[in-house]
């Protein structure tokens, strides 16, 4: 008996696992965040090379998001074991208006120059609207400009877990360290 259970489990196991297909958004912008059924996955590609992620087979809905763009959101049907390509095109919105800010993301002083986080994708978040992702706003030169305000920053990670209020202030740099948890 002890042997079918584990038989059983070890099947259902291997069943669940084998039903897993990938997907790979390809499209412009790159850097715009993949998300399935509502969850984060990642960017669409990174240094021009497209990510691959692993999905659960069936159908699934799948939304692009870049701040400077409007959603894209379409159903894609993903097979077992199979690769999925997405193709996908965004629209701008209409680009806000300065004076703005810069926010970066950084290590444990305020002119880090190594980024902490290299290959980071965890989710950057303003009032709860996705901005990017933790590396590319964590490198020289890097950072998001942002009109000036109070915003809810959140940070989505693995190693990099907050929650905070920001001030961004006009023609300043806001610097927001990042501190392994």
């Known amino acids: 008996m ?3 259970v584990l038989a059983l489990a ?3 196991a291997l069943t669940s696992f084998a039903q897993d297909g990938s997907l790979v958004a390809k499209g412009k912008p790159g850097n715009a965040g993949v998300f399935v ?3 984060y996955l990642g960017p669409a590609s990174r240094f021009s090379v497209a990510e691959k992620y692993s999905v659960p087979s069936g159908e699934v809905e799948v939304t692009i998001r870049d701040p400077r763009y409007e959603d894209y959101t ?3 049907t993903i097979n077992p074991n199979k690769k ?3 193709r996908f095109k965004m629209n701008p919105v209409t680009i806000p208006q300065g004076p703005f800010g810069l926010l970066r993301l950084g290590g444990d002083g305020p002119e880090s120059f190594m980024s902490v986080a290299a290959g980071d994708t965890g989710a950057v978040w303003l009032n709860d609207k996705f901005y990017g992702y ?3 706003l964590n490198n020289v030169g890097s950072g998001l400009l942002i009109p000036p305000g109070t915003y809810k920053l959140k940070i989505t990670d ?3 877990n907050m929650e ?3 001030t961004i202030e006009a023609n300043k740099k806001t610097f927001i360290p990042l501190i392994k948890e």
């Open 2 to 4: 002890k042997r079918l």
């Open 74 to 76: 379409t159903k894609v």
């Open 164 to 166: 905070r209020d920001i």
């Open 84 to 86: 999925t390509v997405l």
């Open 10 to 12: 070890v099947g259902s």
């Open 134 to 136: 933790i590396d590319e």
């Open 158 to 160: 693995s190693a990099f």
């Open 37 to 39: 059924d509502g969850k």
